[in-house]
């Protein structure tokens, strides 16, 4: 027998909460039709001030929980998600903001295949969300589709249902009002399949307890956590990338300009080479730790290393490997430069001819040096992966 669970956190909604309750229970006659045996409908109260609890203890087909003390919205989730009985949950907020009567599509598509089922705000429904939200909701979208290499209409959706085993692959979940963006991210990097289905949204009933600059920045913290928790590489990566990338822009003005005559720099062009120095270095670091996390990640969750910044390696074998000969070249030829700059120096030439040589073989000499400490790092690593592969492997064929 297939049960469906929607879990209702509520926190003072009494404006809203008996319309939505009585809104979830009429959608019993039509889920037989998908699949669905039995609706069981559980309300989280999480430590109203109001009449909220009261409230939904008078629906005797509602199940209420509730807490001691205020826990965040999160929380009033995750106690519902423990407290249900269907094999199927769902969730919807209790602001009547979305349509309990689109539960029906959503435990169909869960039961043909999709094990989380999302109602998107943001695919094509009539919606009535504030610009600002919606703009914020856009950002958040677009930027796990970037970080997760899957496209997300809307990351932060209230109204979801998922297959119960689902659970234990995208817990632990945060308390507050993030745990629908880290849910998402989560899924992605498990393999989870994913489905969005198009709802409307309506204006909620009361006060937003939404704070859009507040929150905002807690989403976007927590997803960004999360991604460095299962593919440091794609971020960390895409930084160092960039500070490389910024310094051989640099790298090549130097050179246009050698070309051209221009033997001088002025103060904004010292700068920029100083600058350049720093970013090439500090980006290069960047990039070679966001590669040994992901070792370490892989080490830690005994799962295959996740490689290259756009899903698959650039090189084969990846990059991380040839850090070793890359780090023995910059580091020679570093030391070639230095030692030329100072045999020059001494033969009568002024510092003033020789400082951008000197500067450049110090870069290459550090380049150097940190490609050769996270190459013997990765090596490490790798050999550590391999061994606990192998004693996997031994255990499974004893």
């Known amino acids: 027998m297939t049960v469906l669970t929607v879990v209702i956190p509520a926190f003072n909604e009494e404006g809203s909460i008996g319309e939505i309750i009585e809104r979830t229970l009429a959608i019993r006659a039509r889920l037989p039709a ?23 203890q008078g629906f005797g087909e509602v199940r209420l929980v509730r807490h001691g003390d205020n826990r965040g919205y999160g929380a009033a989730l995750k106690t519902g998600f423990d407290c249900a009985r269907g094999g199927l949950i769902g969730f919807i907020d209790a602001d009547g903001t979305y349509p309990p009567e689109h539960f029906p599509q959503l435990c169909a598509a869960a039961l043909n295949g999709a094990e989380l089922v999302i109602g998107s705000r943001m695919n094509g429904a009539d919606s009535k969300m504030p610009i600002t939200r919606r703009i914020g909701n856009l950002f958040f979208a677009r930027l796990l589709t970037l970080m997760g290499r899957q496209y997300v209409s809307d990351s932060a959706s ?21 745990l629908t963006p880290v849910m998402s991210t989560r899924a992605i990097h498990e393999g989870i399949s994913m489905q969005e289905l198009p709802i409307p949204y309506d204006e909620r009933a009361g006060r937003s307890k939404l704070n859009v600059v507040r929150d905002g920045m807690l989403f976007l913290n927590s997803m960004v956590w999360t991604v460095l928790t299962y593919n440091p590489v794609r971020i960390l990566g895409s930084i160092g990338l960039a500070g490389m990338v910024l310094a051989g822009l640099v790298g090549i003005a130097l050179v246009v300009n050698r070309s051209r005559g ?25 990039f070679a730790l966001g590669t040994t996390f992901n070792y370490l990640v892989s080490l830690h969750a005994a799962r295959p290393i996740r490689q290259g910044l756009f899903g698959r390696p650039l090189f084969t074998p990846s990059l991380e490997h040839h850090f070793g000969w890359l780090g023995a070249l910059a580091l020679s030829v570093g030391l070639a430069v230095g030692a030329g700059s100072l045999a020059l120096g001494l033969g009568g030439w002024e510092i003033a001819r020789l400082w951008l040589y000197l500067l450049g073989a ?34 499974q064929n004893a």
């Open 262 to 286: 221009v033997t001088s720099l002025g103060p904004f062009g010292v700068a920029a080479v100083y600058g350049a120095m720093i970013t090439a270095v500090g980006g290069m670091s960047i």
């Open 34 to 56: 998908v699949g669905v045996d039995e609706l069981e409908l559980l309300v989280v109260d999480d430590a109203s001030l109001d009449h909220t609890a009261e409230i939904a």
């Open 158 to 178: 209230g109204m979801r249902v998922f297959r119960r085993e689902v659970l234990e692959r995208i817990l632990p979940l945060p308390d507050g009002l993030n």
């Open 362 to 395: 110090a870069m290459l000499i550090l380049l150097g040096i940190q490609l050769i400490i996270f190459w013997v790092l990765i090596r490490v690593l790798g050999e550590l992966i391999d061994r606990e592969d192998y004693g996997s492997r031994r255990l």
